[in-house]
């Protein structure tokens, strides 16, 4: 049993070191002028060349979006001058995942805002050991999220990271909470803060571009079955619209949706406007402490 665990950690640990270097390579390429789709191709195809696949679509969440915002199938978008943009990256091998995201500040202005995120995350990482409750990690995250002047956003989270599950229990709250789960050594977790200068709250807003799988069942349209055929080979794990193909694209997704096969994920947007940073790693529980997986 304990080869068996050590396989399946060093899977998550490869996933880790994949996204360590597409990360790096990706955020020095976000810049005023270049293109969104550029930034997100580059991505998911560096995690390829690199022997992962994506575990979910790039995320390139900009100024008071928080997160779920890709870029559509030819988008034209450019960084603009002063984005504050959240790149979140998910790898995975053979269904294990490392997932992590940094926040690149065009503008300069937002120093204070982004090390509030960074602070917090790093604060988290220092008590996170077997037997360490989430109420502790959401408490701690609160706190230096308060102490550098903003809010966290209460309504997201870190989660658990299970095999083709990019959000697994338990959740790892950014606020802390009267209720909470015991971490124990070998769990896989994604500690994630997200720090505003707004009200502290994200909404959905605008349309989805990334989806998931919730259960297959028949369906009768022609392009609709090609594409479920489709969607299955990403294991239950989010995707792009841009992935798919384009045949009656609009019309085909409509269906799977409306036969509850499939769930959006619109764009989240910090409620007042505010800007928003995050922070993310992914952690191994140990006995004393713990591994970070995408540093």
């Given at each position: 049993m304990g080869e068996e665990i050590e396989l399946i950690l060093e899977k998550y640990r490869s996933a880790g070191r994949i996204l360590a270097e597409v990360r790096a390579e990706a955020a020095g390429l976000i810049k005023e002028g270049s293109p969104l789709l550029e930034v997100a191709e580059f991505v998911?195809?560096?995690?390829?060349?690199?022997?992962?696949?994506?575990?979910?679509?790039?995320?390139?969440?900009?100024?008071?979006?928080?997160?779920?915002?890709?870029?559509?199938?030819?988008?034209?978008?450019?960084?603009?001058?002063?984005?504050?943009?959240?790149?979140?990256?998910?790898?995975?091998?053979?269904?294990?995942?490392?997932?992590?995201?940094?926040?690149?500040?065009?503008?300069?202005?937002?120093?204070?805002?982004?090390?509030?995120?960074?602070?917090?995350?790093?604060?988290?990482?220092?008590?996170?050991?077997?037997?360490?409750?989430?109420?502790?990690?959401?408490?701690?995250?609160?706190?230096?999220?308060?102490?550098?002047?903003?809010?966290?956003?209460?309504?997201?989270?870190?989660?658990?990271?299970?095999?083709?599950?990019?959000?697994?229990?338990?959740?790892?709250?950014?606020?802390?909470y009267e209720h909470g789960v015991i971490l124990r050594e070998n769990d896989v977790i994604a500690i994630e803060p997200f720090a505003t200068d707004g009200g502290g709250k994200v909404v959905e807003s605008g349309n989805a571009e990334i989806f998931s799988l919730l259960k297959s069942k028949p369906v009768r349209m022609r392009e609709a079955k090609a594409l479920l055929d489709k969607i299955k080979t990403y294991q239950g794990l989010p995707f792009a619209k841009r992935w798919l193909p384009h045949e009656r694209l609009d019309l085909a997704l409509r269906a799977l949706e409306n036969a509850g096969i499939v769930r959006d994920y619109p764009v989240l947007r910090e409620e007042e406007k505010g800007f928003v940073s995050q922070a993310e790693h992914t952690l191994i529980i140990k006995k004393d402490g713990c591994e970070v997986t995408t540093k």
């Open positions: 998911e195809s560096g995690i390829r060349d690199k022997g992962g696949e994506p575990a979910f679509p790039c995320n390139l969440s900009r100024n008071e979006e928080a997160a779920h915002a890709t870029p559509l199938v030819e988008d034209k978008a450019v960084f603009g001058k002063g984005d504050l943009v959240k790149l979140d990256i998910g790898v995975h091998i053979d269904g294990y995942i490392g997932d992590s995201a940094v926040t690149v500040d065009l503008s300069g202005d937002h120093e204070a805002l982004v090390k509030a995120s960074e602070a917090a995350l790093n604060e988290a990482i220092k008590i996170v050991r077997d037997g360490v409750s989430t109420i502790e990690i959401g408490e701690v995250i609160e706190n230096t999220i308060r102490e550098q002047g903003y809010k966290p956003v209460v309504n997201l989270t870190g989660h658990g990271l299970g095999r083709y599950n990019s959000h697994a229990p338990p959740s790892i709250p950014n606020v802390k």
